[in-house]
């Protein structure tokens, strides 16, 4: 089972492919977008976790749509001088198909020199 780890939006998310899932909103131009910040790789047993990220790894996905999450209400109380408020709020999300994860032969090494 190939799985990955990804970083968007300030959450983590732990997708494979054809996964369907909601991000917060991103900013995107086209129908493709690409998650960079990848965390963690597991492919067929082997392992590459990154150092935060692994480099040259990214996660490609197709864009679904945007819409918004669940209503939220928050309400303000103080006991003996009538106060009450009463707020709400909808979240912007993208909803995201994972197409592909890119594979860890294909990610380039990285040679240490020494100083």
Not at 73 to 101: A, C, D, M, N, P
Request: proline fraction near 3%; aromatic fraction near 6%.
């Amino acid at each position: 089972m190939k799985y990955a780890v990804i970083k968007t939006g300030g959450k983590q998310y732990k997708v494979s492919e054809n996964d369907v899932i909601e991000v917060e909103r991103l900013e995107h131009d086209s129908n493709n977008v690409s998650f960079n910040e990848v965390l963690l790789c597991v492919d067929e047993g082997s392992v590459k976790i990154g150092k935060p990220f692994i480099p040259g790894l990214s996660v490609k996905a197709e864009v679904i749509k945007d819409l918004k999450g669940d209503k939220i209400r928050v309400s303000k109380f103080k006991s003996k001088v009538r106060y009450r408020r009463v707020t709400g709020h909808r979240q912007s999300l993208t909803k995201v198909l994972i197409k592909e994860i890119g594979s860890l032969k294909e990610s380039p090494k990285v040679k240490k020199t020494k100083k």
